[in-house]
């Protein structure tokens, strides 16, 4: 096969292309998206996966040249730069390396006028090192300095540099090379940072989508439109360093204490404030300065904590959590009164050198000065980028995520622990569960003692039980958060166009209300409902590019079948290949389309699929070509017309072309897909003489009026394997076999309907708004569906230490003891591979008096009422939407709205809306409201006490049992 440069075997394509994806990711490598649907049946054909290789060199999964359309944002202008939103890796579009892409368009070619998807390889992290793919390109808006309503969007890679797009500014504005030029970050109207480095890169300077660059052109006389940047030694305050409109804040090094540094600095001459060059963190890129950066806006007396947090591109997530969190008075405190100084763990190997407890403390220093109305929380930004790569981006992430990143780094960052002892976890094994309780919560404070231990940890109960042995486990583990889900029915609608065995009924249109995480067969029985065709007498096919891209089985789950999927479902009178009488055939339009060639005095004939594919049923014995082409008319009937005898609709031309043509597989102008459905050809099929795909037989040319000629071809209807010869024969199918009608384009234009063929009805169930029952959901219902014993899943099995295996037991949870501030997260995203959704259904909760004593199980747990004090808001569906906060103010117990840099009265009934995410509650009582410094003092005997528990259990093998070892959650 690889003579004449086509491809080699696919035992050596297999071997060649497994090597290179081998490759592991490198910094400022360039990798290829290809279409998943395509890679998949070159898999097929080349025999990649061990467990599927039946169909490894049949011509029936040659999946042709590679065809990216299904990635492109506009398929009829495929532009390399614009891919669909939300594509996803593996599932949308594989990943390869420039060898095998080379390698793969070397062998197969591509779709014409498609431009390869090229896309660099950028680095996440400054010490967690991570390398990917950077599929989606950055947009930024671009202008000038005496222009700026006049913004041109263009797209960059995270690895460009600031030079690089600079000289590209200078190129799109026709700037002169004798002209000097300054690039700004506009962050506000009247908020800019110089971007003195260019070097740095795109990442490195912490640009976002949408980002609104300036470039600035050098006065005749030497001066600057925006001002000089005056860069200071370090040892001048960081707020000299700043070209600002008003006074900011200074910038603190790591481990300095911020008021020592402050230095009031007089108003600048320069009428809009701009950001120079700070004084910052060594570990701070040199793109981040202060979290405040003042500006005329910015600047004023506020009461303390109403202080907005800039967005600086899809962070509106971190700035719902941190609101959240600067509103949690106990931990406040802390950091205001510098407690937190006395406890960093910079040495602590699981925390991040103390610069996540830095950063932050210097943020709430910020936000409660009560100087500014807002600041921007850049420093913050990039030191959690440091140690979680997930968030290094300006993509939407999760303020749940980001929350639990946070309390963790907090803790590790402040645990009093400095060296952790090892400790032995054990099973109840019969012991009454306070003595469990009391043990596991030792256990826990000997590795674990932190403000945030102090504040956000309770316990609860878990309880496993296996089926086989019925050995139970219970175990005591601590929490900081309780992830709630909800007790709602879960459904989706899903369109779909029926098409019945009867020829002369248009295809209908519904759509169909099914479980979420329901089957194939629950989508049937749905069908069934309003139709009262049985569902065994249904097969759903996904159709894409007039092929049959997937056959489903009845217990296939619906999480496979998207919302962009063509649904199509047909009515059969079998659905079954193992019926001995009926074969159930698929089958394909094609038009032939005859390509004139002067320079070699001959014609191309190639194909190309249209129309909507078929289900026919047939004889599987007996049945000629006579019978088949019968067949074929009678089930098109509805929009095709049968010429008259004697109606010679061809001519002499096509004739010739069709008799001298020549049919390649270059000259195909089909889309590809993954034809998942069985499409291998048994080695028996059809006619024992096989004709040469590329030549046309006389019976093919419709001499006796027939409008089409027969092929069987692959599953992409791409390729074709044999023709069936017009010779009285019986015909041989095959379960495999798909079958393509061949349409001369004379014919087609004059006999076939396009309008018609084309023409659905629509049900009324398509229209018809969806009637959703308003579920009244309580917080309450959300914990007690979060108590109830469930089983664990398949992919989620424990292993059994009597059965010796892994079984999928039974699991309870119990709540044992809560900490003084108790985090609900109400789960409302779901999602797995193929599924994603969010749930926007109301839950009520109280504001006030959450009485949790009803859930608690332990006895002597004491008092457990709660108010609530914040709330963490999603707006929007799965991938993107906005989040903002609602907070209970320390100073002045009122309610406040928290949406970016804007702060605004609320009432406290705002606060219970269906947009509700997390949910902060604080315990009522004087335990609670401990001044800090009695809780400071009581720290740091706990430090000393659990330090010396922990020596002597180095020392001794056991954990000594004292007055400061006892449990206190509440």
């Known amino acids: 096969m690889a003579e004449g440069g086509g491809p080699p075997e696919p035992k050596v394509q ?17 990798w290829y998206l290809v279409d998943a649907k395509w890679f998949k049946q070159w898999k097929k054909y080349v025999g990649y996966d061990s467990w599927d290789m039946y169909g490894m060199g049949d011509q029936a999964t040659f999946p042709g040249p590679i065809d990216n359309a299904a990635l492109y944002k506009d398929p009829q202008t495929p532009d390399s730069l614009h891919l669909k939103e939300h594509l996803i890796d593996e599932l949308d579009y594989m990943l390869l390396p420039t060898e095998a892409w080379d390698k793969l368009v070397s062998w197969y070619g591509m779709v014409n006028g498609q431009q390869p998807i090229a896309r660099k390889v950028v680095e996440h992290g400054m010490f967690v090192k991570h390398c990917k793919v950077e599929v989606y390109l950055m947009e930024l808006k671009l202008c000038q ?9 263009q797209q960059f890679s995270k690895a460009d540099t600031i030079d690089y797009i600079e000289k590209e500014m200078r190129k799109l504005f026709a700037i002169g090379e004798d002209k000097e030029t300054r690039v700004w970050n506009k962050y506000m109207s009247n908020t800019y940072e110089h971007l003195n480095k260019p070097e740095n890169t795109v990442q490195d300077a912490g640009l976002y989508q949408g980002q609104i660059l300036v470039i600035e052109q050098q006065n005749e006389d030497g001066t600057w439109p925006r001002g000089n940047v005056t860069n200071k030694s370090s040892s001048s305050s960081s707020a000299r360093n700043m070209e600002m409109g008003t006074y900011s804040a200074p910038a603190t090094r790591s481990g300095e204490d911020s008021e020592e540094n402050e230095n009031d600095a007089g108003s600048s001459n320069e009428p809009t404030p701009t950001i120079g060059t700070p004084k910052s963190s060594p570990y701070i890129n040199s793109y981040s300065s202060t979290y405040d950066y003042s500006s005329e806006r910015g600047r004023g007396q506020v009461q303390p904590g109403l202080c907005g947090l800039s967005n600086l591109g899809n962070t509106c997530f971190m700035n719902s959590a941190l609101q959240c969190l600067s509103n949690v008075p106990v931990l406040t405190r802390y950091f205001l009164e510098n407690h937190y100084q006395e406890e960093l763990n910079s040495d602590n190997p699981l925390g991040m050198k103390g610069e996540i407890a830095k950063t932050y403390a210097e943020l709430i220093k910020q936000i409660w000065s009560g100087k500014y ?11 959690v980028g440091r140690f979680a790569p997930q968030f290094s981006g300006y993509q939407q992430q999760d303020s749940h995520e980001l929350l639990a990143f946070l309390l963790d780094g907090l803790h590790e960052d402040l645990n009093r622990i400095r060296k952790k002892p090892y400790v032995e976890l054990r099973d109840a ?18 590795r674990n003692d932190s403000i945030i231990v102090d504040t956000f940890h309770g316990l609860f109960k878990s309880t496993l039980v296996c ?5 139970i486990s219970i175990t005591f583990d601590p929490f900081c958060y309780l992830s709630l889900p909800l007790p709602i029915k879960k459904e989706r609608f899903i369109e779909v166009v029926l098409i019945r065995m009867d020829p002369a009924a248009k295809p209908m249109q519904y759509k169909l209300s099914v479980p979420k995480m329901g089957t194939v067969q629950d989508l049937c029985e749905a069908l069934s409902r309003l139709t009262k065709i049985s569902p065994d007498k249904m097969v759903v096919t996904d159709v894409y590019n007039h092929r049959f891209h997937k056959v489903f089985a009845p217990d296939e789950g619906l999480s496979h079948i998207l919302d962009r999927d063509d649904i199509y479902v047909y009515e059969v009178p079998v659905n079954t290949c193992d019926d001995p009488d009926t074969l159930i055939l698929p089958v394909y339009m094609r038009e032939r389309k005859v390509r004139q060639n002067p320079s070699y005095n001959y014609n191309n004939v190639s194909t190309v699929l249209f129309g909507t594919p078929l289900l026919v049923p047939i004889p599987r014995k007996n049945t000629t070509y006579e019978d088949l082409y019968r067949i074929m008319l009678q089930k098109m009937s509805r929009y095709i017309q049968e010429p008259d005898s004697g109606d010679e609709w061809y001519g002499e031309e096509i004739k010739n072309c069709v008799k001298d043509g020549v049919i390649g597989d270059d000259d195909m102008k089909n889309d590809n897909i993954d034809g998942e459905a069985e499409s291998e ?3 028996s099929q059809g006619n024992d003489s096989h004709m040469n795909d590329n030549s046309m037989s006389d019976d093919e040319v419709n001499c006796d009026n027939r409008m089409f000629s027969f092929h069987l071809v692959n599953s992409y209807g791409s390729a074709e394997i ?6 009285d024969r019986p015909i041989k199918f095959t379960n495999r076999s798909y079958l393509a009608l061949d349409w001369d384009p004379k014919a087609k234009e004059k006999y076939y309907d396009e309008k018609q063929a084309e023409e659905l009805d629509v049900d009324e169930t398509v229209n018809a708004t969806p009637m959703r029952k308003r579920q009244v959901i309580s917080l309450k219902d959300c914990i007690q569906l979060f108590l109830v014993k469930e089983k664990l899943g398949a992919d989620d099995p424990w292993y059994c230490p009597s059965c010796k295996k892994h079984q999928q037991a039974t699991k309870k949870f119990d709540l044992w003891s809560l900490p003084k501030i108790l985090v609900i997260h109400l789960k409302r995203f779901s999602y797995n591979r193929y599924w994603r959704d969010k749930l926007d259904t109301m839950v009520e909760f109280p504001t006030r008096d959450l009485d949790m004593s009803e859930f608690i199980i332990n006895d002597g747990h004491g008092y457990a009422t709660y108010d609530l004090i914040g709330v963490s808001n999603h707006y929007g569906g799965m991938g993107g939407g906005h989040y903002t906060a609602y907070g209970k103010s320390r100073e002045d117990t009122q309610w406040y709205y928290f949406d970016d840099s804007s702060v605004s009265p609320a009432s406290e009934d705002q606060c219970v809306s269906k947009a509700a995410y997390v949910l902060f509650y604080e315990l009522k009582g004087s335990r609670c409201e401990r001044s800090e410094k009695q809780t400071a003092q009581a720290n740091r005997k706990s430090a000393a006490a659990t330090q010396s528990s922990a020596n002597c259990t180095e020392d001794n093998g056991t954990a000594s049992s004292g007055e400061d070892d006892s449990m206190e959650i509440n």
Do not use: M
């Open 14 to 30: 297999k071997s060649q292309v497994s090597s290179d994806l081998k490759k592991e990711l490198k910094k400022g490598d360039t």
């Open 429 to 446: 094994d019969g012991r009454p569960d306070d003595e469990v309780a009391d043990e596991a919560w030792k256990s826990h404070r000997l």
């Open 467 to 471: 089926p086989e042995c019925s050995k």
């Open 722 to 727: 044999e023709h069936i010869r017009d010779d």
């Open 145 to 153: 300095n005496d222009n700026l309503e006049n913004c041109v969007s």
């Open 681 to 683: 050809e048994d080695s």
């Open 373 to 383: 109305s807002y600041t921007i929380p850049r420093n913050f930004k990039t030191a």
